[in-house]
């Protein structure tokens, strides 16, 4: 097998970075997904529609049967009903959870799942801002409602660096 001059085996392992979308393509992206939810949503809202009246129109008794005696429905149909309306229910939230998707992504103006895990490593990266009075504060308000309550108070927790400063201190 020949290789082409200038082309070797770890440039096309090499994986393929997309160029970025201008603002006007990233909307059409995100809105892309929300649309087709939103589409798919009102195709299975249909469907679910028109097996619900044919249900409702089998239920009517015939123009020359009494109507006192209910229609007798075996169990091998009631199952049948019964995986029916499950796939009917999977159905409209597997549309719905699409075009949930679609808003949220429009909303947070992600447009791949590559963006959506930079941010949220992003996020987890970043410093809490609480300061340790505050933190003690809410042991406090904690302990009290524990004690109202009538449960025990865990006990205290000794923090890392107090440790630290007393062991320093005492050499």
């Known amino acids: 097998m020949s ?7 770890a440039s096309s392992s ?3 970075v997309p ?26 809202v ?11 129109l ?30 009917l229910a999977t159905l409209n939230v597997t549309s719905f959870g699409i075009m949930l998707t679609g808003g949220l992504a429009y909303s947070f103006d992600l447009c791949n799942i590559g963006e959506l895990r930079e941010r949220t490593q992003a996020a987890l990266r970043r410093p809490g801002n609480f300061s ?22 865990p006990p205290e927790t000794h923090n890392v660096e107090s440790e630290d400063k007393k062991t320093a201190s005492k050499k």
Not at 46 to 56: C, F
């Open 14 to 16: 090499r994986q393929h």
């Open 58 to 87: 089998e239920s009517y008794p015939r123009f020359y049967s009494s109507n006192r005696a209910s229609p007798h429905i075996d169990p091998g149909e009631r199952s049948l009903m019964a995986v029916q309306a499950l796939g």
């Open 19 to 44: 160029a970025p979308l201008s603002p006007s393509e990233r909307k059409l992206k995100q809105l892309g997904l929300l649309f087709a939810g939103a589409g798919f949503m009102a195709a299975s």
């Open 3 to 9: 290789q082409l001059p200038g082309s070797s085996d």
């Open 46 to 56: 249909a469907v679910t529609r028109r097996a619900v009246l044919r249900r409702q």
């Open 132 to 153: 340790p009075e505050e933190e003690k504060e809410v042991e406090k308000m904690m302990g009290s409602i524990l004690e109202r309550l009538g449960m025990p108070k």
